[in-house]
């Protein structure tokens, strides 16, 4: 019997993507909140700088990483059925998770300042918070690849231990803790067991 081989489908990377960017987003915000604790160290000093930059909607941002995490569960669920197929589970280049954050948070803060301000607000670059929440990008990016990493390789382990388990094992195992049904015989009649037992009548005889 040939070994199983291992298959890769290109479409399937587009699960891992799905995996990978809820992870980068949950990091890169993570970046950004820690950004703005250790500039602003006083709650309504933050929470006054937030309000004129155009942070209001991050009150919706629990809303929008529940989402992310869903899709994530999704995509690891369908990586560990690829992996119990015998298909081989995409892995992200680490310069993804170093290049995508950093450039997802500029685009964040010049964005938030220019739908704030009604103008293209490039000066948010000239932010106190912009170069700390840039450079939190890569350590927070960094923890987001190892843990997209162990995840996905946990579930293509999972996958291939569940291709490899036999199929029998479970059914035998629910056939020996089923009680065996009693079988009844048909009962007979006292009459009719009596009347098996006497000859027939003198007159037939």
Do not use: C, K, N
């Amino acid at each position: 019997m040939r070994p199983r081989v291992a298959r890769f489908d290109p479409m399937r990377r587009g699960l891992a993507w799905l995996f990978a960017l809820p992870l980068m987003l949950v990091g890169s915000q993570a970046a950004h909140v820690f950004a703005y604790r250790w500039v602003y160290p006083s709650s309504d000093v933050r929470l006054h700088a937030l309000f004129v930059t155009g942070h209001g909607y991050l009150d919706r941002l629990p809303f929008v990483l529940a989402a992310g995490g869903a899709v994530a569960l999704v995509a690891l669920l369908f990586a560990a059925a690829d992996a119990a197929r015998g298909r081989r589970v995409a892995r992200l280049p680490a310069a993804a998770f170093a290049l995508l954050p950093p450039v997802a948070f500029v685009l964040q803060e010049v964005l938030e300042r220019s739908v704030h301000s009604g103008t293209f607000f490039w000066q948010a670059v000239e932010a106190p918070t912009f170069i700390p929440g840039l450079l939190l990008q890569l350590p927070f990016a960094i923890v987001a690849y190892l843990v997209a990493r162990v995840l996905l390789r946990a579930a293509e382990r999972a996958g291939r231990a569940l291709a490899a388990a036999p199929p029998r094992v479970a059914f035998v195992v629910a056939l020996q803790r089923t009680p065996p049904h009693p079988v009844f015989g048909r009962r007979r009649s006292p009459l009719a067991h009596r009347l098996a037992q006497r000859g027939p009548p003198p007159l037939l005889a």
